[in-house]
């Protein structure tokens, strides 16, 4: 006997209610597995005709990004179906449940206005392709990649490994710095005793080595060079140095150029600022 009853009477509840709980949890984990599955065959030549002559990295986020978002979504109403599904069934009586969703939804009006924000927001964002996970960009003030996003939120890494997690209502512009190409842009100070003309035919070649370069040619699309005389001031004279590079590269294209303009500077005797 188990709590006052017998085990004829836990068969008997088995045989007449057993049963269909479990047929239910079966046939909502294979609908889920089976939505894990082909979400993102269906969804993956979809984005690719629509995005057709994009770069495959590109197609490859907003494809991921989608089934993840829809895949999520569709499994967390077929639990909730069943979860209500499988309450009659324990004997839970659901109609002051389902009275209550006239309640519930009048509380969503008057008190969760930022949550159906959130949503609206995120869905104009997933619809508009403003960003997919991997991508870089700079939201709500917070400047990261994206590692995860879902219709109410998206959620960034920083380069220091700090985590943020951002509402879609906050987001009103958005920055990405992962589509089409990024620039390197930096400004090489030298003294205002240096020959310019000497200065510019340096920039410009190890621009080209960098990007004849078998380590990074790959990543750039054309060679940094000599733009403009930027500034002038007790600090020497700013050279603009402009080039165009794959998305994302250009923190590393940058950093890998001014040691090699430095390495130069120093091989050719053109003095900065500070000697």
């Given at each position: 006997m188990l709590f006052g009853l017998t085990w004829s009477d836990v068969g008997d509840w088995f045989a007449e209610h057993g049963v269909v709980i479990a047929v239910i949890v079966l046939v909502t984990a294979i609908l889920a597995r089976m939505i894990?599955?082909?979400v993102p065959r269906v969804v993956r030549p979809a984005i690719a005709?629509?995005?057709?002559?994009?770069?495959?990295?590109?197609?490859?986020?907003?494809?991921?990004t989608l089934a993840s978002v829809i895949v999520r979504t569709t499994q967390?109403?077929?639990?909730?179906?069943?979860?209500?599904?499988?309450?009659?069934?324990?004997?839970?009586?659901?109609?002051?449940l389902l009275a209550s969703v006239g309640i519930v939804s009048i509380a969503l009006g008057l008190g969760a206005q930022a949550l159906v924000r959130d949503w609206l927001n995120g869905l104009f964002i997933l619809s508009e392709n403003h960003y997919a996970r991997g991508d870089v960009v700079t939201i709500a003030g917070i400047t990261g990649t994206v590692e995860d996003m879902s219709i109410r939120?998206?959620?960034?890494?920083?380069?220091?490994?700090?985590?943020?997690?951002?509402?879609?209502?906050?987001?009103?512009?958005?920055?990405?710095?992962?589509?089409?190409?990024?620039?390197?842009?930096?400004?090489?100070?030298?003294?205002?005793?240096?020959?310019?003309?000497?200065v510019r035919d340096v920039i410009d070649r190890v621009g080209r080595e960098l990007a004849a370069d078998p380590q990074w040619k790959d990543k750039i699309v054309s060679a940094p060079?000599?733009?403009?005389?930027?500034n002038i001031d007790a600090n020497g004279v700013a050279m603009q140095v402009n080039g165009t590079v794959r998305p994302g590269s250009?923190?590393?294209?940058?950093?890998?150029l001014r040691t090699r303009l430095l390495e130069a500077f120093r091989r050719e005797e053109i003095r900065t600022p500070w000697g």
């Open positions: 894990a599955r082909i005709q629509q995005m057709d002559g994009r770069p495959a990295i590109e197609v490859d986020r907003r494809a991921d967390g109403v077929l639990v909730t179906i069943a979860v209500i599904t499988i309450l009659p069934e324990l004997g839970v009586d659901i109609t002051p939120r998206t959620v960034l890494r920083d380069v220091d490994g700090v985590l943020y997690s951002v509402p879609h209502g906050n987001v009103t512009v958005t920055a990405n710095a992962s589509r089409d190409f990024s620039r390197v842009r930096i400004a090489v100070p030298v003294s205002v005793t240096s020959d310019l003309a000497k060079a000599f733009l403009r005389v930027d250009q923190l590393e294209v940058a950093g890998e």
